[in-house]
């Protein structure tokens, strides 16, 4: 079992930069591999990007390539996503995830994170 807690977001102008964090509780934070995702109303919920249980792996989804960056501090049990290069279109609520398969690598499908944060809002005005 994890416990997950965003924090970081807010609203900033286009081109800007954010950084949200992801705290999670327990000792067995390393065991996992951390997936960020994004849902804006009327939308599915989005993958952003994952990260591999060393954090040696990141992937990212095609929408925020070359603009997001995910990474991890296992001994403090968070994961980063500093977000670069904000657009409106990037304007969501973001959730950090906790993948429950117990795999190396992030998944990039909701249906493979068993543990998820209540989300931080992100809001990129024009």
């Known amino acids: 079992q994890v416990q997950l807690v965003e924090s970081g977001g807010g609203l900033v102008q286009a081109g800007g930069s954010l950084r949200l964090s992801c705290a999670a509780s327990?000792?067995?934070?390393?065991?996992?591999?951390m997936g960020w995702f994004r849902q804006a109303p009327g939308k599915e919920r989005e993958f952003v990007a994952g990260?591999?249980?060393?954090?040696?792996?990141?992937y990212y989804g095609d929408s925020v390539k070359g603009r997001f960056t995910i990474s991890r501090d296992n001994a403090k049990n968070t994961v980063y996503l500093q977000m670069d290069s904000l657009k409106p279109e990037d304007s969501a609520v973001y959730y950090c995830?906790?993948?429950?398969?117990?795999?190396?690598?992030?998944?990039?499908?909701?249906?493979?994170?068993?543990?998820w944060g209540q989300g931080t809002q992100v809001t990129v005005s024009s």
């Open positions: 995830a906790a993948d429950s398969r117990g795999a190396l690598a992030a998944g990039t499908i909701a249906g493979e994170y068993g543990y």
């Open positions: 990260i591999s249980r060393s954090g040696v792996y990141t």
């Open positions: 327990g000792r067995t934070f390393s065991r996992y591999a």
